[in-house]
């Protein structure tokens, strides 16, 4: 039987209907634990891996229910406050609601706040949720959709094609294992992953496309035939001297690598530096004249380099790969593993000019990230 009552708030003050609805909830909720034999718990349904890794139609129905019950286990605790927060407006007309309470409407309210404000309520609610994650395997698309993303957002990303000449034949040089693990959400790699795969994962392939700056740097600090230029500090005269310098060897500069910090100081401090420093989109150049044009990019460590591409020959031995596993020591997370390996050898020494910070430290060269 269905008992019917009109709602006895009054329409003065109207401000939008969440609160009334609230103060609906509130009373479900009340009706609800009065009226049951023993403690009301949101349950989780149970279904094993092998059943969800299936993919037909029952096991992605059984993704949109795990789906739906962990959504509303992560919101209750939020939408729990939410619906207290209306307790004393109803609790002040609990003789209205007698009716539906058979008499006893203050005491299911109270019963009702007691079960919204139980911590220990709250911590099973977020232990259930995770219990969801946990035990979730990872969806097979979802992942194969992540690597392929990561892998152009990798392409968007590498600096290699402007910082060297890429072919895969010649002299045969030392190669280096490049590689970047990272822990993220498991979530958005499941069955429950909601819209498009997480970019947090990125940072494993962004993190790949810095460290070959570094190595190629590096490289080209340590080639025996390595001469450097000390300088104060990075401006447009010291870099249109070294352009000039590699113009001399019969070579044409295209890029400027060099320190964040002593690009902005440029910027900042020089005028001629902020004067000439455009942008095509994403991209910075510095503008030496109306036929050059170096690409800025950034790196770590004591040093900048302006170079000509031919300076060094780039060799992919192993192409990027991006490996997706779950974590064994937080089953909330992923592992996700980037690695490639590549060999980067001077060629052209005569097609760089590195210029060397006074103001820096002198212990280490060589380029960190």
Known sequence: MVNYVSIPWSIEGYHGVEVYVL????????????????????????????????????????????????????????????????????????????????????????????????????????????????????????????????????????????????????????????????HCDKQPFTLIGQGRVSTVGFLAVYQVASKEIDYIANTILEHEETKLTEVKQLTFDVVAKAVEGIREGGYEAMVLLAPRQQIGSAWQNDAQFRIHMVYEGDERYLKLSESTKLRILELDGDHAFVLDRSVGNWKTVQPLEVEVTECDKNPLKVHITAQEVVSYQVLNPGAIKILKFRSSGQQNSRVHN
Request: proline fraction near 4%; hydrophobic fraction near 35%; include cysteine.
């Open 23 to 182: 103060g609906y909830y509130l009373l479900c909720l009340a009706y609800v634990l009065h009226r049951a034999k023993s403690d009301w718990q949101p349950t989780v349904p149970h279904f094993t891996r092998a059943m969800l890794s299936r993919g037909d139609e029952y096991s992605a129905a059984m993704g949109q229910e795990l789906s739906a019950v962990h959504t509303f286990l992560v919101n209750l605790p939020h939408r729990a406050g939410k619906v207290l927060a209306q307790y004393d407006t109803v609790a002040s007309m609990s003789e209205e609601w007698d009716d539906v309470f058979d008499g006893q409407a203050s005491d299911a309210l109270e019963e009702a706040r007691d079960w919204l404000e139980d911590q220990d309520r709250r911590k099973d609610w977020k232990e259930k949720a995770e219990s969801v994650i946990r035990n979730l395997p990872l969806d097979e698309g979802r992942v194969e959709e992540f690597k392929k993303a990561a892998l152009e957002y990798y392409q968007s990303q590498s600096r290699v094609n402007q910082l060297a000449i890429t072919e895969n034949s010649g002299e045969k040089a030392p190669t280096e294992l490049i590689r970047y693990p990272h």
